[in-house]
């Protein structure tokens, strides 16, 4: 099992552009969750789905948007990047609800210049 | 709303020494996890905490659960260089769909 990957590792994107976070996962989770980690901060929950066809927003939602077509694949879009989207991004899932262990991509390292 | 919360944000210990980090939810807690993240990396799940006054111990990290279910604690005995990094709690949030982590103490040790 790969468990959760992410792609890319790495991008740097100019003010306005935007791009697709890709997440995949082969565990069969159902639940899928997008996080922004800025530099020494702690986890901050974008979206999450708890099934496919199923999305819901977290803490910090805009600016981002999300789809879940297959159980497998949660990818996060970014519309008109801002400097303030810089971050890291992780993406996780959990077999159910969050009372199980969420396994953590490698994240994607995004600056906004 | 719900938060959690974590001190202290930092520490730097000589290796040997003890560390301990505290988790502080501003509501019970169903459970509480604990996620190890090391510089560069990713969060990893160390354990989780269900019962009232739970304790459960991996190796040199002990692991309490507060009696009220609204703290939580890992204790970390005789550091060493490999116990870098930082580490998160996080319980659920409204809704049970979702957790919601601490801001994370970030663990120095020096050699």
């Known amino acids: 099992n790969a468990g959760v990957t992410q792609t890319p590792k790495f991008r740097i994107l100019k003010i306005g552009q935007s791009m697709t976070l890709q997440c995949t996962q082969d565990?069969?989770?159902?639940?899928m969750y997008w996080y922004r980690q800025d530099p020494g901060m702690g986890l901050k929950l974008i979206y999450y789905s708890v099934g496919a066809g199923i999305t819901d927003k977290g803490e910090v939602p805009n600016g981002y948007n999300v789809s879940r077509s297959t159980t497998e694949d949660f990818p996060l879009r970014l519309e008109l990047a801002a400097p303030s989207q810089t971050s890291v991004y992780f993406c996780a899932s959990s077999q159910t609800s969050p009372g199980y262990e969420q396994f953590f991509g490698p994240g994607t390292r995004l600056t906004v210049l | 709303g719900q938060q959690v919360m974590q001190i202290p944000q930092y520490q730097h210990v000589q290796e040997g020494e003890d560390f301990t980090t505290y988790c502080n939810s501003s509501t019970t807690l169903s459970n509480i996890q604990w996620y190890k993240q090391r510089p560069g990396g990713h969060p990893v799940f160390l354990i989780q905490l269900v019962k009232s006054g739970e304790v459960k111990k991996q190796k040199r990290l002990t692991f309490q659960f507060g009696e009220a279910k609204k703290n939580s604690s890992l204790h970390i005995t005789a550091t060493q260089t490999t116990d870098v990094g930082t580490y998160f709690c996080a319980g659920p949030a409204g809704g049970y769909n979702k957790l919601i982590f601490g801001a994370g103490t970030r663990l120095a040790v020096h050699p």
């Open positions: 565990m069969n989770h159902n639940y």
